[in-house]
Nanobody
Framework: QVMLVESGGGSVQAGGSLRLSCAAS????????MGWFRQAPGKEREGVVT???????SYTASVKGRFTISKDNAKNTLYLEMNSLSPEDTAMYYC???????????????????WGQGTQVTVSA
């Protein structure tokens, strides 16, 4: 059984930083595409960043230069380092995984069969 468990969310002030983690079990993070998505209240879930098995990354424009995705295959864990946070980043953040190695920020969410339960990030002005 595949499980993705996010952690690291919380409440911070604008300009602050958070580091999210996504621990995977039942699936190896090496050789697959993984990504971070977010859903703000009243909005559709959107892709934030993806990480292909090659290490290639794809960021949505609004987080470029502020967020960094990384993966530790030895720990089977995906990370999202978030800096210079703004209230517009407030959302539930989800990690997701495919069963293949390729993807980018435009890969439809329906092509990610595995999802975590989410971790809340709240940024106050």
């Amino acid at each position: 059984q595949v499980m993705l468990v996010e952690s690291g969310g919380g409440s911070v002030q604008a300009g602050g930083s958070l580091r999210l983690s996504c621990a995977a079990s039942g699936i190896s993070t090496s050789g697959i595409c993984m990504g971070w998505f977010r859903q703000a209240p009243g909005k559709e879930r959107e892709g934030v960043v993806t990480n292909e098995s090659t290490g290639s990354t794809s960021y949505t424009a609004s987080v470029k230069g502020r967020f960094t995705i990384s993966k530790d295959n030895a720990k089977n864990t995906l990370y999202l380092e978030m800096n210079s946070l703004s209230p517009e980043d407030t959302a539930m953040y989800y990690c997701a995984a495919r069963t293949v190695g390729y993807c980018d920020i435009w890969t439809h969410q329906s092509h990610f069969p595995y999802w975590g339960q989410g971790t809340q990030v709240t940024v106050s002005a």
